[in-house]
């Protein structure tokens, strides 16, 4: 009977569990749902808020999604690319530093970071960025574009014009680099 009593509470001890761990997994997956679309939403309301041009609530934006996941590299990078429109280079440098930590094989904080850097006056750093962007990425068309920029300010106009034709052979619609390459060229 002892045996009989046991093998019946073992029992329920074990579909409790099971159903604890099922309710718990639902649970689970329910936060990170609703957390995944409350960073969707964020990041797209600050892109539209940086589009249009009103770089404060898009600072807000950024940093709620911050908020939300500390762990969101490009959130981080948003909100840097957003203080360099508004000339803050040390907060955006600090915000790209974070995202690089977080994902430091991705190219494009690399790339930003360098740019607020070539604003800031500080070439050697500023080439440092552009070129492990472009290491990371050597398909990256941007950097490329970046890195253009940063050579015609320091007039070495045929590495500007270099990288500015790479930029456009990765993405001939690119019209930045072509821009800046109409500039070089004169």
């Known amino acids: 009977m002892k045996k009989i009593l046991s ?7 074990a579909v409790m569990f099971t159903c604890c761990s099922a309710e718990t997994s639902v649970k689970t997956e329910t936060s990170v749902s609703v957390s995944t679309n409350k960073l969707q939403d964020l990041m797209a309301e600050g892109d539209k808020n940086f589009d249009a041009g009103k ?3 898009a600072i807000k934006n950024y940093t ?11 959130a981080y990078n948003s909100r ?5 429109k508004k000339g803050e280079l040390d907060k955006a440098i600090k915000d790209f530093d974070q995202a690089i930590k977080l994902e430091p094989n991705a190219a494009m904080p690399y790339s ?3 740019q ?3 604003e800031k006056g500080e070439t050697e750093k500023a080439l440092a960025d552009l070129n492990k962007a472009i290491e990371l990425d050597p398909n ?3 950097a490329y574009n970046n890195r253009g920029v940063l050579y015609a300010t320091t007039s070495d106009k045929e590495k500007a014009i270099a990288n500015f034709k790479k930029a456009l052979e990765i993405n001939p619609n690119h ?3 072509a821009n800046n390459l109409a500039k070089v060229s004169k």
């Open 64 to 74: 709620e999604a911050i908020e939300t996941d500390n762990n969101f590299a490009d």
């Open 175 to 177: 019209q930045n680099a």
């Open 112 to 114: 930003n970071r360098g």
């Open 116 to 118: 607020a850097y070539s």
């Open 55 to 57: 770089y404060d609530e």
């Open 7 to 13: 093998a019946i509470m073992c029992l329920c001890l």
């Open 80 to 84: 840097g690319v957003t203080y360099c």
């Open 140 to 142: 990256y068309a941007d």
